[in-house]
T-cell receptor, first 113, second 116 residues
Framework: GNSVTQMEGPVTLSEEAFLTINCTYT??????LFWYVQYPGEGLQLLLK???ADDKGSNKGFEATYRKETTSFHLEKGSVQVSDSAVYFC????????????WGLGTSLAVNP | NAGVTQTPKFQVLKTGQSMTLQCAQD?????MSWYRQDPGMGLRLIHY???????DQGEVPNGYNVSRSTTEDFPLRLLSAAPSQTSVYFC???????????????FGSGTRLTVV
């Protein structure tokens, strides 16, 4: 079946550090891949997406590349800010799944000034 | 441009009480769903709907009912609240149809429910 595995947190970084949050998936066919962000006390927001192999999603300085050969969709940012402190969720959407997103468990990021 | 609106934002219930969590979207999205979020458990799907008049169970449906009489509204009913239902509840919606795999979800801001 379909599944998403993302690195456990919490991740703690200093401001301006480089961020990587790993996400790997298991799926048949050609799923779409998403990163969502949840700021404290809020709902989830779509951060970026990629719908086919080698696509790069990007938004707010974050990037992730859909790598079919390694079944990965790692989230990266070159220089994090305190305002990036949040929980990040990787998710997968596959055909025939009745539009149900398959979620990772989330990775908490804390950025210190 | 309201998006997905959930009410109430906070609620405290006594064990055995019933209540309805409201969810409304103004984007004409066909797909709507309810999740609960608990520490260390991620997001778990309770119920979902692919259109008006159509609902189905997710991973954790017990103790909850839903209906979808209109495209806009998808209320979640707790029949007899239990402490195990203490959680944060999120409603989410999405387009379907052509290009369906391209569409992400739009989430509401959540309802924090405590059952005592």
């Amino acid at each position: 079946g379909n599944s998403v595995t993302q690195m456990e947190g919490p991740v703690t970084l200093s401001e301006e550090a480089f961020l990587t949050i790993n996400c790997t998936y298991t799926a048949t066919g050609y799923p779409s891949l998403f990163w969502y962000v949840q700021y404290p006390g809020e709902g989830l927001q779509l951060l970026l997406k990629a719908t086919k192999a080698d696509d790069k999603g990007s938004n707010k300085g974050f990037e992730a590349t859909y790598r079919k050969e390694t079944t990965s969709f790692h989230l990266e940012k070159g220089s994090v800010q305190v305002s990036d402190s949040a929980v990040y969720f990787c998710a997968l959407l596959n055909a025939g799944n009745n539009r149900k997103l398959i979620w990772g468990l989330g990775t908490s990021l804390a950025v210190n000034p | 441009n309201a998006g997905v609106t959930q009410t109430p934002k906070f609620q405290v219930l006594k064990t055995g009480q019933s209540m309805t969590l409201q969810c409304a979207q103004d984007m004409n999205h066909e797909y709507m769903s309810w999740y609960r979020q608990d520490p260390g458990m991620g997001l778990r799907l309770i119920h979902y709907s692919v259109g008006a008049g159509i609902t189905d169970q997710g991973e954790v449906p017990n103790g909850y009912n839903v209906s979808r009489s209109t495209t806009e509204d998808f209320p979640l009913r707790l029949l007899s609240a239990a402490p195990s239902q203490t959680s944060v509840y999120f409603c989410a919606s999405s387009k379907t149809g052509t290009g369906g795999l391209n569409y992400g979800y739009t989430f509401g801001s959540g309802t924090r429910l405590t059952v005592v």
